[in-house]
């Protein structure tokens, strides 16, 4: 495993499904990040975990949307009820700690039709 | 969280010319500084950073400088090239919140 990985990298859903995202960070990273970005604009910061720990949340994350981190490796991140301004690219990062460089995956665009 | 301001929002410039992004942050506890470069349809990758018992990084062509008193850091890219077309994003820590990127275009 040499960097993050995410799947699947593409997905298109029917509004009201509900969706799962899978991210795989680099091994020995316990801090994991999850971001939203929509074309021109910065990633939206949507959670954050240290180890299996959620240690924030957005406001902008409604109650549609979960993450979770059960073992402290790989992350989940699901969307119910899928809506179409959920169409986005969804991004995952991890670091080995706080204060360091954070390695994004190559993220998971959303469609929602 | 910490609160990341970023301007401009968009900057263009001519090739050979340098090319400033400034960032605020609110949060006095903030104590590293990563600058993110994003071309299209790519991942967002680090070009720099900054801790905070420094007030300037340099690299290359790139250098960034951290003023705590303000509150803000800013990142200055030299002699621009076409190549440096791209967006630009300033994050804070501990959560690794960014800012709304500056899109860079060199024209040549």
């Known amino acids: 495993d040499t960097g993050v990985s995410q799947n699947p990298r593409h997905k298109i859903t029917k509004r009201g499904q509900n969706v799962t995202f899978r991210c795989d960070p680099i091994?020995?990273?316990?801090?994991l990040y999850w971001y939203r970005q929509t074309l021109g604009q910065g990633p939206e910061f949507l959670t954050y975990?240290?180890?299996?720990?959620?240690?924030?949340k957005s406001r902008l994350l409604s109650d549609r949307f979960s993450a979770e981190r059960p073992k402290g490796s790989f992350s989940t991140l699901e969307i119910q009820r899928t809506e179409q301004g959920d169409s986005a690219m969804y991004l995952c990062?991890?670091?080995?700690?706080?204060?360091?460089?954070?390695?994004f995956g190559q993220g998971t665009r959303l469609t929602v039709v | 969280g910490e609160n990341v301001e970023q301007h401009p929002s968009t900057l263009s410039v001519q090739e050979g010319d340098s090319a400033v992004i400034k960032c605020t942050y609110s949060?006095?506890?903030?104590?590293?500084f990563p600058w993110y470069k994003q071309e299209l349809g790519k991942r967002p990758q680090l070009i720099i950073d900054?801790?905070?018992?420094?007030g300037e990084k340099k690299d290359q062509r790139i250098a960034v400088t951290l003023n705590k008193t303000a509150k803000h850091f800013s990142l200055h890219i030299t002699e621009t090239q076409p190549e440096d077309s791209a967006v630009y994003f300033c994050?804070?820590?501990?959560?690794?919140?960014f800012g709304a990127g500056t899109r860079l275009t060199v024209k040549p």
């Open positions: 990062a991890s670091s080995s700690s706080t204060n360091t460089e954070a390695f």
């Open positions: 091994s020995e990273h316990n801090r």
């Open positions: 975990f240290q180890n299996e720990a959620q240690l924030e």
């Open positions: 949060d006095s506890a903030s104590n590293y």
């Open positions: 900054i801790r905070s018992n420094v």
């Open positions: 994050a804070a820590t501990g959560d690794m919140r």
